[in-house]
């Protein structure tokens, strides 16, 4: 075994054991990657914009008939009942959370209305070059490049470890990121390993 993938395999069995003892006992399942591998996250933050693909579970207090687990669809609405298509992609659960309520206020007296993000499937990155399994990988939490490697098992043998680069997309221009393994493997340089965002592409030479 590489000196690479030995650390990379230590630094997987500590933040498993760490996860285990921090992670509340409330969780989700935002879907499976593609290889079929369970992916159990904790709640998205408050801030989680819905998009299409994402599984809601939409409850109404004492109205079970309006009580449903809906899908958003490519064009980024769902169906509610008594509202037709409600548009739920670009927004916040809470802000979804008030739009219903504001339209059934119509049909009901008082509604309460509460938004669960149950399945994400719209939030991914991308890992492809010199990786055990390159892919694509639901970003169902906040996660960095190193814990993304990680969960793509690792470099292989040959990886270039200093010339790993990270490409986000930001207003319509590409912007490159560099991240050294080879320094933070050695306790260097720390901030490197950014936090991703929807949609990075992790190259690997």
Not at 135 to 149: F, Q
Not at 164 to 177: D, M, N, S, V
């Amino acid at each position: 075994m590489t000196r690479i993938n030995y650390v990379l395999l230590l630094i997987c069995m500590f933040s498993g054991w760490a996860v285990s003892q921090s992670v509340p006992k409330k969780t989700f399942l935002p879907g499976q990657p593609r290889d079929g591998r369970a992916d159990v996250q904790t709640e998205p933050p408050e801030d989680f914009t819905i998009g299409p693909e994402d599984v809601l579970s939409i409850t109404v207090w004492h109205e079970p008939d309006l009580t449903n687990r809906v899908t958003v669809r490519p064009d980024g609405k769902i169906g509610i009942p008594l509202l037709n298509d409600v548009q739920a992609s670009g927004l916040t659960p809470k802000q979804l959370q008030e739009q219903i309520t504001e339209g059934l206020k119509k049909f009901v007296s008082g509604p309460q209305v509460s938004v669960v993000v149950q399945e994400i499937h719209s939030q991914i990155v991308y890992v492809t070059g010199a990786v055990a399994r390159p892919g694509v990988y639901p970003l169902g939490r906040p996660m960095t490049v190193m814990e993304l490697l990680v969960r793509s098992g690792g470099l292989t043998e040959f990886a270039k470890s200093e010339e790993i680069q990270i490409l986000r997309k930001e207003a319509g221009k590409l912007r490159r990121f560099r991240f050294n393994y080879k320094q933070f493997a050695e306790g260097k340089n720390y901030q490197q390993d950014t936090q991703l965002r929807s949609g990075d592409m992790i190259i690997v030479p």
